[in-house]
């Protein structure tokens, strides 16, 4: 029972104790005196009150006065209300203390999940782990509940999962970091997935971040690949949304060199943002990673130059139009208007795509499948380091670079059996398979080494744009703590030596049948 019920219950008490002390005085006062009472004093009145209320009533004492009946009346009906009470009480400390503890002892054996925000994330969210956990122990902590005391029962053997999906970025991170450091001094195995869009890079490796704006901007380019006609795309939005799906379109659509992909941004609110938090990728009117490809940032609005959608008239098919923004009206505004005003005929898309609550599931929450490819890929790395690293203990910046290369799988089984028009959209293990083949036919065929070298030179474009994306630069030496790295150069530049680890990320296409491929 949380402060604020207690507070109520004790003032609900105080407040029946006072009517019953007045209605006892009364009584005392009209029955004692009376004739043919039975009644004679204080004791008289009390004992017949207490065996009313209890509801013994063994008839030995009874009002005469009519004033004496009503009291004794109020008795009996109080007697009901306190039977209520007591049994209430009862079953309150039975389901509130004395079931969650035995539920808990009872469960001690399995992982504990605990879920805590707004009804229907966490609705959505226990239906996905149900399916991948069905014999673990979902929490969901009524407000007021300390979590810390479930933590504290945990044990060290399971495993404890704490969801933190509460729309309150801020506080999600406070409680994450509260949590971690209260099952660390209890040594309890915690992974504690937190939804927010802040805090990569400086939270511990064990509190996971779940932001939906960056998994519906992968999951929109995945779907929605790029045809081989497209080479304009035009992002009409505001907000973080916006922002978002242009940085997973530079990450994604990483095709062939000199691909010469054109990024049109009417996002006049955060256009100033975006280029400042990516300075070495946006320094200069081409980004500088050999692809040919180009961010334009229009300071006015997408409606004030009739002439740039005529441009876009001329060839509607090669170019796209995404509409981003918060509101699903004002994108279908702005492409009724574009239709009507501008004639615009080309392909429009409407982003996001997914219901927010799709992705509450283990497969994005806890990242495991994307987790899964990026360390297979490590250990394909590590075959040739001279100095080997475990997964655990490479850097967050590290770990991130190899589940960018595990996300850009689909986009090399697409270059690998020539998907121009952009129809596969999940990388099924069958597919997998067919590039798979095509990969090792091609690295084994010497009449074949110049489209080879075009793939090595892609995934080099590709570990390039992420760390520009990243703000790395290029340096003589290697410098992880300034960002600085002596690969950052032109892929002809590289020694026959690092254009071979290039094909590392290929292989892992051999290792699908063992992972789950779709991140």
Same mark, same amino acid.
């Given at each position: 029972?949380?402060k604020?019920?207690?507070?109520g219950?004790?003032?609900?008490?105080?407040a029946?104790?006072?009517?019953?002390?007045l209605?006892?005085?009364?009584?005392?006062?009209?029955?004692?005196?009376?004739?043919?009472?039975?009644?004679?004093?204080?004791?008289?009145?009390?004992?017949?009150?207490?065996?009313t209320?209890?509801?013994?009533g063994y008839?030995?004492?009874?009002?005469?006065?009519?004033?004496?009946r009503?009291?004794?009346?109020?008795?009996?009906?109080?007697?009901?209300?306190l039977?209520?009470?007591?049994?209430?009480?009862?079953?309150?400390?039975?389901?509130? #203390? $004395? @079931?969650?503890s =035995?539920?808990?002892?009872?469960?001690?054996?399995?992982?504990?999940i605990? &879920?805590?925000?707004e *009804? /229907?994330?966490v609705l959505?969210?226990?239906?996905?782990?149900?399916?991948?956990?069905p014999?673990?122990?979902?929490?969901?902590?009524?407000?007021?509940?300390?979590?810390?005391?479930v933590?504290?029962?945990r044990?060290?053997?399971? #495993? $404890? @999962?704490?969801? =933190?999906?509460?729309?309150n970025?801020?506080?999600?991170?406070?409680?994450? &970091?509260?949590?971690? *450091? /209260?099952?660390?001094k209890?040594?309890?195995?915690?992974?504690?997935c937190?939804r927010?869009?802040?805090?990569?890079?400086?939270?511990?490796?064990?509190?996971?971040?779940?932001?939906?704006e960056s998994?519906?901007?992968r999951?929109?380019?995945?779907k929605?690949? =790029?045809?081989?006609?497209?080479?304009?795309?035009?992002?009409?939005?505001?907000?973080r949304?916006?922002?978002?799906?242009?940085?997973q379109?530079l990450?994604?659509?990483?095709?062939?060199?000199?691909?010469a992909?054109t990024?049109?941004?009417?996002?006049?609110?955060?256009?100033g943002?975006?280029?400042k938090?990516?300075?070495?990728?946006?320094d200069?009117a081409?980004?500088?990673d050999e692809?040919?490809?180009?961010?334009?940032?229009?300071?006015e609005a997408?409606?004030?130059?009739?002439?740039?959608?005529?441009?876009?008239?001329?060839?509607?098919?090669?170019?796209?139009?995404?509409?981003?923004?918060?509101?699903?009206?004002?994108?279908l505004?702005?492409m009724?208007?574009?239709?009507?005003?501008?004639?615009?005929?080309?392909?429009?898309f409407?982003?996001?795509?997914?219901?927010?609550c799709?992705l509450f599931?283990?497969?994005?929450?806890?990242q495991?499948?994307?987790?899964?490819?990026a360390?297979?890929?490590?250990?394909?790395?590590q075959?040739?380091a001279?100095v080997?690293?475990s997964?655990?203990?490479?850097d967050?910046?590290?770990?991130?670079?190899?589940?960018?290369?595990?996300?850009?799988?689909l986009?090399?089984?697409r270059?690998?059996?020539?998907?121009k028009?952009?129809?596969f959209?999940?990388?099924?293990?069958?597919?997998?398979?067919?590039a798979?083949?095509?990969?090792?036919?091609?690295?084994?065929?010497?009449?074949?080494?110049?489209?080879?070298?075009?793939?090595?030179?892609?995934?080099?474009?590709?570990?390039?744009?992420?760390?520009?994306?990243n703000?790395?630069?290029?340096?003589?030496?290697?410098?992880?703590?300034?960002?600085?790295?002596p690969?950052?150069?032109?892929?002809?530049?590289?020694?026959?030596?690092?254009?071979a680890?290039?094909?590392?990320s290929?292989?892992?296409?051999g290792?699908?049948?063992?992972y789950r491929?779709c991140?």
């Amino acid at each position: 029972m949380n402060k604020k019920n207690l507070r109520g219950a004790l003032a609900f008490a105080a407040a029946v104790l006072l009517v019953y002390f007045l209605l006892l005085v009364l009584l005392v006062l009209t029955e004692t005196g009376s004739p043919g009472s039975a009644i004679k004093g204080f004791g008289d009145a009390l004992w017949y009150s207490l065996i009313t209320l209890t509801t013994v009533g063994y008839g030995d004492l009874y009002p005469v006065t009519n004033a004496g009946r009503l009291i004794g009346s109020a008795f009996s009906l109080m007697s009901l209300g306190l039977t209520a009470f007591l049994t209430g009480a009862v079953v309150s400390v039975l389901m509130g #203390r $004395l @079931f969650p503890s =035995l539920r808990l002892l009872v469960h001690s054996g399995k992982p504990w999940i605990i &879920l805590t925000g707004e *009804e /229907e994330e966490v609705l959505a969210a226990e239906g996905g782990l149900r399916k991948k956990m069905p014999d673990a122990l979902i929490l969901t902590p009524e407000e007021g509940q300390d979590i810390r005391a479930v933590i504290q029962k945990r044990g060290r053997s399971e #495993r $404890l @999962f704490i969801f =933190l999906l509460g729309s309150n970025a801020g506080k999600n991170i406070k409680d994450a &970091l509260e949590y971690h *450091e /209260e099952a660390g001094k209890l040594f309890v195995p915690a992974t504690v997935c937190c939804r927010s869009p802040y805090g990569q890079g400086i939270l511990p490796k064990e509190i996971l971040l779940f932001d939906e704006e960056s998994i519906t901007g992968r999951l929109f380019w995945q779907k929605n690949g =790029l045809t081989a006609q497209e080479k304009r795309i035009i992002l009409i939005g505001s907000g973080r949304r916006a922002d978002t799906l242009l940085e997973q379109g530079l990450l994604y659509n990483v095709i062939s060199p000199g691909q010469a992909l054109t990024y049109d941004v009417f996002n006049r609110k955060d256009n100033g943002s975006f280029v400042k938090n990516h300075y070495a990728l946006l320094d200069g009117a081409f980004i500088p990673d050999e692809s040919g490809d180009r961010v334009v940032f229009h300071e006015e609005a997408w409606n004030d130059d009739p002439r740039f959608w005529e441009g876009v008239s001329a060839d509607p098919s090669a170019c796209r139009i995404i509409l981003c923004f918060e509101n699903d009206d004002d994108s279908l505004s702005v492409m009724t208007e574009l239709k009507r005003q501008f004639n615009v005929s080309c392909r429009f898309f409407l982003h996001p795509e997914e219901n927010s609550c799709d992705l509450f599931t283990p497969e994005y929450m806890l990242q495991d499948e994307i987790n899964s490819l990026a360390r297979a890929l490590h250990q394909i790395y590590q075959k040739d380091a001279s100095v080997k690293t475990s997964w655990e203990d490479l850097d967050d910046f590290r770990q991130r670079s190899n589940m960018a290369a595990a996300d850009h799988l689909l986009m090399k089984i697409r270059i690998l059996l020539d998907d121009k028009d952009a129809s596969f959209t999940e990388p099924d293990p069958a597919l997998c398979e067919r590039a798979f083949e095509k990969w090792k036919e091609l690295s084994g065929n010497p009449e074949k080494k110049e489209l080879l070298t075009d793939l090595l030179h892609t995934e080099h474009i590709r570990w390039m744009r992420f760390h520009l994306m990243n703000n790395w630069q290029y340096a003589p030496e290697r410098d992880n703590a300034k960002r600085k790295h002596p690969l950052l150069v032109p892929f002809r530049e590289l020694s026959e030596e690092e254009k071979a680890k290039d094909a590392n990320s290929y292989e892992l296409l051999g290792l699908i049948p063992a992972y789950r491929c779709c991140p």
